[in-house]
Structures are given as C-alpha cells and as structure tokens.
C-alpha cells in the first residue's frame, strides 16, 4: 500500500475504532481495499497464542542498538546449547536499533551493514533452532532509538513483518506526539490480522493510557511501568528499580489473564547490577505476577548461578500456570511481605518477600491465601527443590535480606 494511502486509511481506522459502538470496524479485504463490517467484531487478539505468559529472550537489556546478525544468530545458538529453550524460551526478539531506512516504496528493511544477509534470513536461522522469531516497532514516528517508526505505515509494515516470517512484535511509543493510544495499538492489531499471520503483540506504551482497562482485545500483553534498572530499589530518569515496579504492577492483578498480561518489563537476572538473592527475589516475583519471561542477559556469559535462576523449572511452573490468575500481596508489615497465586490444581504458590536488610522470619497462615486454619498442606521449597514437610494452619521461614522464600502450599 502507498503511504498516503495508508495514512489515509489510518485516520478512517482511527475514527471508526473510537466509536466502535455506533460505527463499523474496518478491515482490509483482498485488494487492499477497505471493507466495512458490522461493529463490534473490532480488534481481537489470538488467545491462543499467548495463553500462557510468553517466554523468551530480547536483546535490549544486555545489548541496547548493539545489535547485529551476529548477535542474533549467536543469541538462537545459546538459547539451544544453554537448555534455555528446553525450559521454555522460545521467543528471540530483536528490539531497537535493526532498522535501515524505507525504500522507494516505504517497505522497512533491515540496516544493511548490521544485517546483511537480511531479516527473512535471519528468521529462517532462528525458526530452524526450533525457536521463534520476534522483532520491534514503534506507534509514532520514530522509535526510542530514532530508527523509523510504523505511523502511518502500519499495514505496509505489518505485511513486511509476516513476509519475513515474524512471530512477535514488540511495538513501543516514543514520539507519538497527541496520537491516541488504544486506536494507535488498535490500528496495528488490524494490520496484524489483516496478514493471516499468528503475531504475538507486545505493547509497550509503559501504562500511560491504562492499558489493562482497554487491551485485552489488542495486545497480549501490555507494558504497566517505565523502563526497568538492573537496580533493586528508586527511580533512575525514565528508568525503575525492581520494588518500584512491582509496586505498580501488583494492584493490576485482576487484568491479566491467557492471552492478555500485564508486562512489568523484561527481566535483568544475569546483568550484575543486582545480588543472587535479589535476582531470586527478581524471578520469584514475575512468576507470581504471571509476567511474560523475556530473559535479557548476555547468553554467553551465564554463570550457573544465572542458570539455575532462569532455568528452575519449579518457577517456571508457577508462571505458566495455566489459569493464568496473577497473583497478589495479600499481607505487609513494614519490609516483610506475603504474596499468594491460586494454581491450577487448587494449591498454592505463595512467596514469603523480605525488601528490609536484615534477615528476618515471615510467615504465612493459611487464612490469608483462603484456606482454613485447621488445614494440615504439604509444602515445597521451589528454591531448595525439595518438599519441607506438612504444616497445619501456617507456615514460617527465615527470609535474607532483599530475598525470598517461594514454596507450594497443597491441601
Ligand atoms: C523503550 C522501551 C524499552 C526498549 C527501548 C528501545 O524505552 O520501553 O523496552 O524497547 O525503548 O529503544
């Protein structure tokens, strides 16, 4: 499609979309000509694709505009060689900073110099180590990193995408000037589905619109907070410490559900700004949260500490559980916490959060995660691996500092 027809086509989606209880909803039939049909059967998302929190690499954390095809292929190579994929990580993305610019007829390619072989290539590469293969974008005209935005070019660049062989597309929000943002995302959902082709949608708009009150039929899962810092605690310009998303996060728990999750951002395990006990606590708490797992550390140096933290299975679990229900802080005194996430089988997974510097007992009693106290549940230490022993009406552990106790609670 031209460009101004594009644009021309965006503003028309646009109007349509905002009053989608009076008006149609556009859709591009064959022939890239807009089509109207009835309302209401507006943007929509493949559940299925995303029933559980989705799980992967992306290069950003570790690697920022460093990217190349080399880096690439060598992330895909260490996903397999590091058991990362086995455990769950299937989906490499590429984040900022791949882009070159438009050719003649506005198609997006790739930066030339850093992706010679081209992007089709490289999806190939990556779809041939059983992985899939994610990219990024951006609603405005630029990306974050000043590469060229899809405004205006959302079909054309979507239609790309799916030529290419994209799996996922992570499509961010920097100068978006006044654009609004449920009919910006809401736009590159119809192009998506316009091409027929399963794409993951990750929307990173940082919760600026709320995103949980109107995605769930647009993205499958949505940015809640700014930018996270491999730092445990504060705010850093743009950018916040662990504690502080978590605590923008958490109250959203009753949005998230399969096919739609709250993003609390991706995580910094392995990046060294942060202890193991406060990586564990790092790991620990998205797995409560139901957060997508996109590991973002550099592959090629995980130390086995990293390993057993992004690679216990036992977490992992309780992440992709598949009720998909968040879990909650469901008590707080002063440093010491209790979170609790119903799993499938009715048992519990309940996370004993000790944010204080000094080591400290927490305990949990089975009120507080909606069992009675006269309950006799077997518990399991999903750090230690082992299962602890059958506890009547509670259960206490010695929390270190900035760290957690994560256990199973199983009538
Ligand atoms: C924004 C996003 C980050 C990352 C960068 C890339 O800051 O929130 O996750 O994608 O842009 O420039």
Known sequence: MKPILASLFVAFAALTICDAQTSVTVVMGTGDQPKAVPANTGPSVDVGLASTPPMGWNSWNHFACNVDETVIRTAADQLVSSGMRDAGYVYLVIDDCWHGERD???????????????IRALAEYVHSKGLKFGIYSDAGTRTCGGRPGSRGYEFQDAAQYAHWGVDYL???WCNTSTQDAQASYSIMREALNHTGRPVVFSMCEW???????????????????????????????????????????????????PGHWNDPDMLEVGNGGM???????????WAMMAAPLMAGNDLARMDSETKAILMNREVIA??????????????????????SRELSDGSRAVLLLNRGLRPSAITVEWPQIGYTSALE?????????QITGR??????????PHGVAMITVTP
Do not use: C
Not at 377 to 385: E, V, Y
């Open 104 to 118: 003649s007829h506005g198609d997006i390619q790739a930066d030339a110099k850093r992706f010679p072989s081209g």
């Open 170 to 172: 992570k499509y961010d």
């Open 207 to 257: 919760g600026t619109a709320k995103p949980w009150l109107w995605a769930a039929g647009v993205g499958n899962l949505w940015r809640t907070t700014g930018d996270i810092d491999d730092k445990w605690e504060g705010k850093f310009d743009y950018k916040l410490g662990l504690m502080n998303i978590v605590d923008q996060n958490e109250p959203l728990y009753s949005y998230a559900g």
């Open 275 to 285: 202890t193991p006990d406060e990586y564990r606590a790092h790991f620990s708490l």
């Open 318 to 339: 309780v992440d992709q559980d598949t009720t998909g229900k968040q879990g909650q802080r469901v008590w707080k005194q002063g440093d010491l916490e209790v979170w």
């Open 377 to 385: 549940a077997k518990i399991r230490d999903l750090w230690a691996h």
């Open 391 to 400: 506890f009547r009406g509670k259960y206490t552990a010695n929390v270190s």
